[in-house]
Antibody
Framework: QVQLVQSGAEVKKPGASVKVSCKASGYTFRTYGISWVRQAPGQGLEWMGWISVRDNNTEYAERFDGRVTMTSDTRTSTVYMELRSLTSADTAVYFC???????WGRGSLVIVSS | EVVLTQSPATLSLSPGERATLSCRASQSLNSYLAWYQQKPGQPPRLLIYDASIRATGVPARFSGSGSGTDFTLTISSLEPEDFAVYYCQQRTNRGTFGQGTKLEIK
């Protein structure tokens, strides 16, 4: 069965970076891209970007451009999302989703606090 | 940037009633709009894509319609498990979401 397994919760200080992983299984990894969506506590969904795992082409939401990097490792069927220069506003659950958004990871909580 | 505006923000209905949720886009999306359901502590669940196509396993009481800038999600007869937050998402230009409609029990 299709699964997207995300890395665990992280606590970071303001100004630091975080790298969240999303390991895919149950399908041919190269067939679908991976999107990242975040959700701050009690708030709505925010689309962050997308990566094609076939050619590593990326597309980021304008508000994250320059601060986020998405990469993939086809050897381990894992996609990574790195967010830099963290502030308290980046405290959120970060979800990965298969390109067609039909399968989602359970989410990775990132807390930014001094 | 494409902006999606969902209405109403909150919808209070009883089981068995019909629910109609709206999503309006700031520019034409053709039919590249999706709907999701989210319950507390869970990731979103894809319900509808390309405006009107039900995702695998989604009950027939969920239907989507619309094109261009105006879209609707209809739940024909509410079941207790349908009370949740619903989001629309456009896929024409990146992937922005609407702010959500909370469907609550009246």
């Amino acid at each position: 069965q299709v699964q997207l397994v995300q890395s665990g919760a992280e606590v970071k200080k303001p100004g630091a970076s975080v790298k969240v992983s999303c390991k895919a299984s149950g399908y041919t990894f190269r067939t679908y891209g991976i999107s990242w969506v975040r959700q701050a506590p009690g708030q709505g969904l925010e689309w962050m970007g997308w990566i094609s795992v076939r050619d590593n082409n990326t597309e980021y939401a304008e508000r994250f451009d320059g601060r986020v990097t998405m990469t993939s490792d086809t050897r381990t069927s894992t996609v990574y999302m790195e967010l830099r220069s963290l502030t308290s506003a980046d405290t959120a659950v970060y979800f990965c989703a298969r390109g067609t958004y039909d399968y989602w990871g359970r989410g990775s909580l990132v807390i930014v606090s001094s | 940037e494409v902006v999606l505006t969902q209405s109403p923000a909150t919808l209070s209905l009883s089981p068995g009633e019909r629910a109609t949720l709206s999503c309006r886009a700031s520019q034409s999306l053709n039919s590249y709009l999706a709907w999701y359901q989210q319950k507390p502590g869970q990731p979103p669940r894809l319900l509808i894509y390309d405006a009107s196509i039900r995702a695998t396993g989604v009950p027939a009481r969920f239907s989507g319609s619309g094109s261009g800038t105006d879209f609707t999600l209809t739940i024909s007869s509410l079941e207790p498990e349908d009370f949740a937050v619903y989001y629309c998402q456009q896929r024409t230009n990146r992937g922005t979401f609407g702010q959500g409609t909370k469907l609550e029990i009246k």
